[in-house]
């Protein structure tokens, strides 16, 4: 059973800080490329960062320098550490393995989750 749990959401002011984690089960963790992504009202869902089994990474234009994804093997727990964060930040955030666009919608390893909320606000 894939299990992916993510927590860590809140309410912050425009220039602060958050830090999301997800917990995977071992067996899709050590398997895939993990990523978070993030859907706001009204919008589409997009993908944030990435981070192979090898520890590369890749982020969205728009959080390029303010965000930070890494994995801790040991724990089988990928996170998002989020800094100087800004209004359009607001979304609710979700990891998920495997995922890839085609062309109309994501297509990843497990159905999405309920996610974390992220509200940036003053």
């Known amino acids: 059973q894939v299990q992916l749990v993510e927590s860590g959401g809140g309410l912050v002011q425009p220039g602060g800080s958050l830090r999301l984690s997800c917990a995977a089960s071992?067996?899709?963790?050590?398997?895939?490329?993990m990523g978070w992504y993030r859907q706001a009202p009204g919008k589409q869902r997009e993908r944030v960062a990435t981070?192979?089994?090898?520890?590369?990474?890749n982020y969205a234009d728009s959080v390029k320098g303010r965000f930070t994804i890494s994995r801790d093997d040991a724990e089988n727990t990928v996170y998002l550490q989020m800094k100087s964060l800004k209004p359009e930040d607001t979304a609710v955030y979700f990891c998920?393995?495997?995922?890839?666009?085609?062309?109309?919608?994501?297509?990843?390893?497990?159905?999405w989750g309920q996610g974390t909320q992220v509200t940036v606000s003053s």
């Open positions: 998920n393995a495997r995922c890839y666009w085609t062309g109309t919608t994501w297509n990843c390893l497990r159905s």
């Open positions: 981070i192979t089994i090898g520890s590369q990474t």
């Open positions: 071992r067996g899709i963790f050590s398997a895939y490329t």
